[in-house]
Every structure is written in structure tokens, then in C-alpha cells.
Nanobody, 116 residues
Framework: QVQLVESGGGLVQAGGSLRLSCVAS????????MGWYRQASGKQRELVAV???????NYADSVKGRFTISRDDAKNTVALQMNSVKPEDTAVYYC??????????WGKGTLVTVSS
């Protein structure tokens, strides 16, 4: 069974930085895409960023220029570097992985709280 475990969430002041990491329980070469989603209180889960290869990344407009996603298949990890965070970035962040057969896997989430 595939497991994704997130780490790195916490409390950060507006304008600060935070780095989220997610490690997969299997070789991440099995995944076509790895990404991060977030869900703020009372809102639907939304895509933050996804990476397929080093040069194939997509970001939500709200985080472009501030967040950077990267994956390291040698370590079975995907990371999200969050810079210049804003209070509206407060949410539970979920790691996601999609296989080449379109099976989706989710982590349990890590809470990010940005104080103003």
C-alpha cells in the first residue's frame, strides 16, 4: 500500500518562509505526477503545485513566484518551498501522487498557519 507522509508544517509569520516535504513509501519513479494541494477552513481542496519532471511544473496563480515545487526521485520525495507567505496561505496542505495508470494517493495533511 502506498503511503505519503508530509512534514514541515507549522506557524509562520506573514512574509516568512516554510518548506514542506513529502516522502513516499515506494519508489517515486512509479508516479507520473507529484504535487501539493491545500484546503482552507470552509473551502474546497485546491491545487497548489504539481511536478511531472524538472521542467514540467504547474502552479496555482495565487502562488506563482512565491512557491517552488521540486521532486527528488532518488529520495522518493517531493518538496514545496513557500516564500513570502500570506495569511491566505493558511490551510492544511496535502501531498498527492498520481501513477501512470491514474491511481491517486494522498497524505494525511500538514497544517500551515500564517499569522499577520
Amino acid at each position: 500500500q502506498v503511503q505519503l507522509v508530509e512534514s514541515g508544517g507549522g506557524l509562520v509569520q506573514a512574509g516568512g518562509s516554510l518548506r514542506l516535504s513529502c516522502v513516499a513509501s515506494i519508489n517515486s519513479h512509479a508516479f507520473d505526477a507529484m504535487g501539493w494541494y491545500r484546503q482552507a477552513s470552509g473551502k474546497q481542496r485546491e491545487l497548489v503545485a504539481v511536478v511531472r519532471s524538472r521542467d514540467n511544473t504547474n502552479y496555482a496563480d495565487s502562488v506563482k513566484g512565491r512557491f517552488t515545487i521540486s521532486r527528488d526521485d532518488a529520495k522518493n520525495t517531493v518538496a514545496l518551498q513557500m516564500n513570502s507567505v500570506k495569511p491566505e496561505d493558511t490551510a492544511v496542505y496535502y501531498c498527492n501522487a498520481e501513477s501512470f495508470t491514474r491511481a491517486n494517493y494522498w497524505g494525511k495533511g500538514t497544517l500551515v498557519t500564517v499569522s499577520s
